[in-house]
């Protein structure tokens, strides 16, 4: 059972416009929300983080947005750049440490 | 300051062996977290130990178990090795007990191989 989703495995976008992710989850006891990006071979490096009582967090050209009742998140790159190009997961925490991530989007942005 | 180190940076080991993988947190940080992934199960939770003590466990069979030194290094091993360990094995790092949005800090990884 995939208590993280995220339904898109690709997308691609132009430079400059902006890439919409999104993830959905299950567990309604997950407290904190956080995106990850990946370049194959090497471990995931945090992007941004969003608390489940609140609904938006802000980071340059980053922003997560959480709805709660729909139990979904998405991670908004504006303007999107070619540098961002790589896998972005979505994972949630509820105890401790332990992150429940989901599958994972490869995102390619396109000169 | 020092990253998250993992090493080795690639095995290759055959079924049956066992193999013990080596994570150095980044300084001051106690919690120390493994993660398996592979192209068919994306990336799992495998454990964390704090403060030399295992707090959570993820669904891996007793063949996967770890240890924290008191200088919050780690290390994961695993015994009796099957085809399907050929994993990226991750090791994440944070200050903290996890209280809160605590990000987790990754190291690049030790790619298992198993023949």
């Known amino acids: 059972d995939q208590q993280v989703k995220q339904n898109s495995p690709s997308l691609s976008v132009q430079e400059g416009r902006i890439s919409i992710l999104n993830c959905d989850y299950t567990?309604?006891?997950?407290?904190?929300f956080l995106w990850y990006k990946k370049y194959p071979a090497e471990g995931p490096t945090f992007l941004i983080s969003?608390?489940?009582?609140?609904d938006k967090n802000e980071d340059g050209r980053f922003t997560v947005f959480l709805n709660k009742s729909a139990k979904h998140l998405s991670l908004h790159i504006v303007p999107s750049q070619p540098g961002d190009s790589a896998v972005y997961f979505c994972a949630a925490k509820n105890a401790g440490n332990m992150l429940t991530f989901g599958g994972g989007t490869r995102l390619m942005v396109k000169p | 300051k020092a990253g998250v180190t993992q090493t080795p940076r690639y095995l290759i080991k055959t079924r049956g062996q066992q193999v013990t993988l080596s994570c150095s947190p980044i300084?001051?940080?106690?919690?120390v977290s493994w993660y398996q992934q592979t192209p068919g199960q994306g990336l799992q939770f495998l454990f964390e130990?704090?403060?030399?003590?295992?707090?959570n466990k993820g669904n891996f069979p007793g063949r996967f178990s770890g240890r924290q030194f008191s200088n919050s290094r780690s290390e994961m091993n695993v015994s009796t090795l099957e085809l399907g360990d050929s994993a990226l094995y991750l090791c994440?790092?944070?200050?903290?007990?996890?209280?809160?949005?605590?990000?987790?800090?990754f190291g690049s990884g030790t790619q298992l191989s198993v023949l």
């Open positions: 130990y704090f403060s030399e003590t295992q707090r």
């Open positions: 300084s001051g940080h106690r919690s």
């Open positions: 567990n309604s006891m997950f407290d904190y």
């Open positions: 994440a790092s944070s200050l903290l007990a996890g209280q809160g949005g605590e990000k987790l800090f």
């Open positions: 969003i608390s489940s009582i609140k």
